[in-house]
């Protein structure tokens, strides 16, 4: 099974090229039974012919995958790699790199750290800032929360079990909620003013509590994933300097916007953050999986994270440069997954970054403009980012879903009649619904 097989090697990549080469068709979900029946005895204790589980993934499952990188994907975050990186993302994964530690890893890690640089810089966080990369923005948050957590109990001399809470917006992503539900911190829920939190609604909300003494830190966001808003983050950074908070900014989708300077300004006073979260696989052009995870201190990170074990023992040295990813976050082995981004920066350049996601907000207000123009749409919001949000007049939840389902590929199922319009070809651009 280790030997190199020039067929099989021929046969993936041509699939490769394939892949890079055509421009994939947005795709439909399959159905569960129909999938079971292709699956069905496919692996027992004798092999198959690879070109015959090409085929079967090539035909049978790839098509059920949306293509999020296929230009017709309007919904959820898209996610679209480019060329450089996703070549990269298989060198990655045939050179076995174990990126848990600067003694396995170092030249990898360099170059991970050389990409974290980058966004620190952008960020304008201070020169001893650093982390890691994390599957995801979740995996990202939980780490950096329970950072922020571990110092604060640390700082204030309290028990591993004494009551800390942790001042979010109402608008703050799922996967915060979660993390401190996980880690056992209370939320102190703010809402927000027109869907931001702005630093004189956290300093009321922390005046107007009863005993704001274990509240130890604020998340904010910089891009919400509904409507793309930057919070207040100078407003918020400021009273966080004043009550002693944590500042975290989960910039999982929009810190892309860093690099835009368009929009750049929306991000003032993130260079106080304590802990920041930047999603590469959403708006910089990485394949899946890949989070960067950044500490202003990254003490910290190493005071929370740093697992014990005899058998690690000789990945931690008295020598901060020899930097062990591992320490940074909730997680112990890791796929290198910072690298693809590297070589694709490498390649193209930031102009090139700052070029197509310029290009991506400039869609955005042009999405706009047409909306506003549109009799029958209603525009929800200016977007700020690269979220638009609008509205089909006359229609509800109800009869929107309807005709979404009216679109897509299987038609209508268990739903009564798509709302007035035929049933076309999912992949003809005339399927778009204009005015009834
Ligand atoms: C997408 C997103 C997350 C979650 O990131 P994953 O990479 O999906 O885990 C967290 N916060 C914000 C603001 C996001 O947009």
Redesign the pocket.
């Given at each position: 099974m280790h030997s190199y097989d020039p067929a099989l090697t021929d046969l993936v990549l041509g699939a490769l090229r394939d892949r890079l080469l055509n421009r994939p068709a947005l795709n439909h979900p399959g159905e569960a039974d129909k999938l079971d029946r292709v699956l069905a005895g496919l692996i027992g204790p004798d092999g198959n012919d690879p070109a015959e589980v090409l085929r079967l993934w090539t035909e049978q499952l790839a098509p059920t995958a949306i293509a999020v990188d296929s230009p017709r994907f309007l919904s959820f975050?898209p996610a679209a790699p480019t060329q450089a990186a996703a070549l990269f993302d298989m060198l990655v994964s045939c050179s076995s790199i174990q990126g848990v530690s600067w003694l396995l890893a170092s030249g990898p890690i360099a170059a991970e750290n050389q990409v974290l640089r980058l966004l620190a810089d952008l960020a304008g966080m201070p020169r001893s800032a650093g982390g890691c990369f994390v599957?995801?923005?979740?995996?990202g948050?939980l780490s950096a929360l329970v950072t922020a957590r571990d110092t604060a109990r640390l700082r204030r001399s309290l028990g591993p079990y004494d009551r800390v809470r942790f001042a979010v917006s109402d608008q703050a992503?799922s996967?915060?909620g979660n993390a401190l539900r996980i880690i056992g911190v209370q939320p102190l829920v703010i809402p927000a003013e027109d869907h931001r939190l702005t630093g004189p609604a956290l300093r009321t909300a922390l005046r107007a509590d009863a005993d704001p003494s274990d509240i130890i830190g604020v998340a904010a966001?910089a891009?919400?994933?509904n409507a793309g808003i930057v919070d207040d983050l100078a407003g918020i950074a400021s009273v966080a300097r004043d009550f002693d908070l944590w500042l975290h900014v989960?910039?999982?989708?929009?810190g892309a916007g860093l690099l835009a300077p368009s929009v750049r300004h929306r991000y003032d006073g993130i260079e106080h953050a304590d802990s920041l979260?930047i999603?590469p696989?959403?708006w910089l052009f990485a394949p899946f999986?890949c989070?960067a995870l950044l500490y202003r201190d990254p003490r910290t990170a190493r005071a929370a994270h740093t697992q014990d074990a005899s058998y690690l023992d000789a990945l931690h040295t008295d020598d901060d440069a020899q930097w062990n990813p591992s320490d940074y976050a909730h997680h112990l082995s890791r796929r290198a997954r910072g690298l693809p981004l590297w070589f694709s920066l490498a390649v193209h350049g930031t102009r090139a970054y700052t070029k197509a996601i310029e290009n991506a907000l400039t869609l955005a207000r042009d999405a706009a403009a047409i909306i506003r123009s549109a009799p029958h749409l209603e525009l929800v919001r200016e977007p700020e980012l690269s979220a638009v949000l609008f509205r089909r007049i006359g229609w509800t939840p109800r009869t929107t879903r309807d005709g979404q389902l009216a679109f897509s590929p299987a038609g209508p199922r268990s739903s009564p009649r798509p709302v007035g319009r035929a049933r076309r070809s999912p992949d003809s651009p005339s399927s778009i619904p204009g005015p009834a």
């Amino acid at each position: 099974m280790h030997s190199y097989d020039p067929a099989l090697t021929d046969l993936v990549l041509g699939a490769l090229r394939d892949r890079l080469l055509n421009r994939p068709a947005l795709n439909h979900p399959g159905e569960a039974d129909k999938l079971d029946r292709v699956l069905a005895g496919l692996i027992g204790p004798d092999g198959n012919d690879p070109a015959e589980v090409l085929r079967l993934w090539t035909e049978q499952l790839a098509p059920t995958a949306i293509a999020v990188d296929s230009p017709r994907f309007l919904s959820f975050v898209p996610a679209a790699p480019t060329q450089a990186a996703a070549l990269f993302d298989m060198l990655v994964s045939c050179s076995s790199i174990q990126g848990v530690s600067w003694l396995l890893a170092s030249g990898p890690i360099a170059a991970e750290n050389q990409v974290l640089r980058l966004l620190a810089d952008l960020a304008g966080m201070p020169r001893s800032a650093g982390g890691c990369f994390v599957p995801g923005g979740s995996a990202g948050n939980l780490s950096a929360l329970v950072t922020a957590r571990d110092t604060a109990r640390l700082r204030r001399s309290l028990g591993p079990y004494d009551r800390v809470r942790f001042a979010v917006s109402d608008q703050a992503h799922s996967s915060i909620g979660n993390a401190l539900r996980i880690i056992g911190v209370q939320p102190l829920v703010i809402p927000a003013e027109d869907h931001r939190l702005t630093g004189p609604a956290l300093r009321t909300a922390l005046r107007a509590d009863a005993d704001p003494s274990d509240i130890i830190g604020v998340a904010a966001t910089a891009g919400t994933t509904n409507a793309g808003i930057v919070d207040d983050l100078a407003g918020i950074a400021s009273v966080a300097r004043d009550f002693d908070l944590w500042l975290h900014v989960d910039g999982a989708y929009g810190g892309a916007g860093l690099l835009a300077p368009s929009v750049r300004h929306r991000y003032d006073g993130i260079e106080h953050a304590d802990s920041l979260v930047i999603d590469p696989h959403k708006w910089l052009f990485a394949p899946f999986d890949c989070a960067a995870l950044l500490y202003r201190d990254p003490r910290t990170a190493r005071a929370a994270h740093t697992q014990d074990a005899s058998y690690l023992d000789a990945l931690h040295t008295d020598d901060d440069a020899q930097w062990n990813p591992s320490d940074y976050a909730h997680h112990l082995s890791r796929r290198a997954r910072g690298l693809p981004l590297w070589f694709s920066l490498a390649v193209h350049g930031t102009r090139a970054y700052t070029k197509a996601i310029e290009n991506a907000l400039t869609l955005a207000r042009d999405a706009a403009a047409i909306i506003r123009s549109a009799p029958h749409l209603e525009l929800v919001r200016e977007p700020e980012l690269s979220a638009v949000l609008f509205r089909r007049i006359g229609w509800t939840p109800r009869t929107t879903r309807d005709g979404q389902l009216a679109f897509s590929p299987a038609g209508p199922r268990s739903s009564p009649r798509p709302v007035g319009r035929a049933r076309r070809s999912p992949d003809s651009p005339s399927s778009i619904p204009g005015p009834a």
